[in-house]
């Protein structure tokens, strides 16, 4: 069964904290990978990262692919507590076209 | 563009009752998704469409859940009976598959079911 597993599944930190978030999955077929933030309502985009290796930076984020232990991390630098969200994975493939499997996600607090 | 719209925002009605959820994706999206998340699971795919045909409803979780998309502007998601653990937010989403890879998703802010 195609699954994606995140962890930690909650972190409280400070206000200039760096942290990192785990993402593994196991999917047939894998077409790319996925990072979302939900605050209080939708999710919002990102990161996509379909290649090993390459790092996508936005500012204070940044992401990387390693397709050989089928695992991608994100990175928050100097944390805000705008930060605070559940960040989700979300893995593209499971033997179908553009269907996106997801975590259950991390529940990240930044405290002041 | 709007984004993708869904109705109603929050939903209270008592077990046994009809739901019917409604969303209407980005013009020009060919992907329509139905989402279900709880504390408990997270995001869950139920059922999801291309070109207005259902192509995995794997998801959905009982008969009494359906799935419709009759033209390319509007979906339904309906469940009949419904029961106290159908409680969740829903969420649509829609996309545009650009070559060989998963588009990005763009979700509605979603529907709060509660059954009572």
């Known amino acids: 069964e195609d699954k994606v597993v995140q962890s930690p599944l909650s972190l409280v930190v400070h206000e200039g904290d760096t942290v990192t978030l785990n993402c593994s999955y196991e999917?047939?077929?894998?077409?790319?990978l996925l990072w979302y933030k939900q605050e209080k309502k939708a999710p919002t985009f990102l990161f996509m990262l379909?290649?090993?290796?390459i790092e996508k930076k936005s500012g204070r984020l940044s992401s990387i692919l390693d397709k050989k232990e089928l695992s991608s991390i994100l990175n928050i630098t100097a944390t805000q507590t705008g930060d605070s969200a559940i960040h989700l994975c979300?893995?593209?493939?499971?033997?179908?076209?553009?269907?996106?499997?997801f975590g259950t996600g991390t529940l990240l607090a930044v405290q002041p | 563009d709007a984004g993708v719209i869904q109705s109603p925002r929050h939903e209270v009605t008592e077990m046994g009752q009809e739901v019917t959820l409604r969303c209407k994706p980005i013009?020009?999206?060919?992907?329509l998704f139905w989402y279900r998340q709880t504390m408990m699971r997270g995001l869950e795919l139920l059922i999801y469409?291309?070109?207005?045909?259902?192509?995995?409803d794997s998801g959905m979780p009982e008969d009494r859940f359906s799935a419709k998309m009759p033209n390319a502007s509007f979906s339904t998601l309906k469940i009949q009976p419904s029961e106290p653990r159908d409680s969740a937010v829903y969420f649509c989403?829609?996309?545009?598959?650009?070559?060989?890879?998963?588009?990005?998703?763009?979700f509605g802010e979603g529907s709060r079911l509660t059954v009572l």
């Open positions: 979300a893995v593209g493939g499971g033997g179908a076209t553009n269907k996106l499997i």
């Open positions: 989403a829609s996309s545009f598959r650009a070559g060989t890879n998963t588009g990005e998703l763009f």
């Open positions: 469409f291309n070109n207005n045909v259902p192509i995995d």
């Open positions: 013009s020009g999206h060919d992907y």
């Open positions: 999917v047939t077929n894998f077409r790319s």
């Open positions: 379909t290649s090993s290796g």
